[in-house]
C-alpha cells in the first residue's frame, strides 16, 4: 500500500522544539521529492519544505528558513522535519506530502496556489497537528 504516516506532532511552548516524521510506505523512496505542506485555521494550506531524497536539495519556505531543517533517512524510508524556536503562527496541521518532481512540488508548494492545485502532487499522509501556545 502507498502510504505515508506523519507522527510527531503535538503541544509546545513558543520557543520549544518538535521533530516530525514522515515514514513511506509502498513506492520507491529515492525516487520522490517529500516534505511538508501546513494548513493553520483560516488559512490556505502552503508548502513548508521538501527534500529530493535521491540527490539531497532541499527547499525551505522562507518564513521558517532560519528555525527549521529537512532531513532523509533511505534506510528508513523516513523523512524529518526539525522544528525549533517555534511560535504561535507555526501552530496548524502538517501533512507529508510526496511527489516524483521535486520542481512541482517546490511550486505548487512555494506559490499561492489552491488545494486543489496542490492535490496534483502524487501522495499524501493524514496529517498531524502541532500547536505552539503557552
Known amino acids: 500500500e502507498v502510504q505515508l504516516v506523519e507522527s510527531g506532532g503535538g503541544l509546545v511552548q513558543p520557543g520549544g522544539s518538535l521533530r516530525l516524521s514522515c515514514a513511506a510506505n509502498?513506492?520507491?523512496?529515492?525516487?520522490?521529492?517529500i516534505g511538508w505542506f501546513r494548513q493553520a485555521p483560516g488559512k490556505e494550506r502552503e508548502g513548508v519544505a521538501c527534500i529530493s531524497t535521491g540527490d539531497g536539495n532541499t527547499y525551505l519556505r522562507d518564513t521558517v528558513s532560519d528555525r527549521f531543517a529537512i532531513s532523509s533517512d533511505s534506510a528508513k524510508k523516513t523523512v524529518y522535519l526539525q522544528m525549533n524556536d517555534l511560535k504561535p503562527e507555526d501552530t496548524a496541521i502538517y501533512y507529508c506530502v510526496a511527489d516524483p518532481s521535486f520542481a512541482n512540488w517546490v511550486t505548487l508548494g512555494s506559490m499561492a496556489t489552491t488545494s486543489q492545485d496542490q492535490e496534483y502532487l502524487q501522495i499524501w499522509g493524514q496529517g498531524t497537528s502541532v500547536t505552539v501556545s503557552s
Open positions: 509502498g513506492f520507491s523512496f529515492d525516487d520522490y521529492t
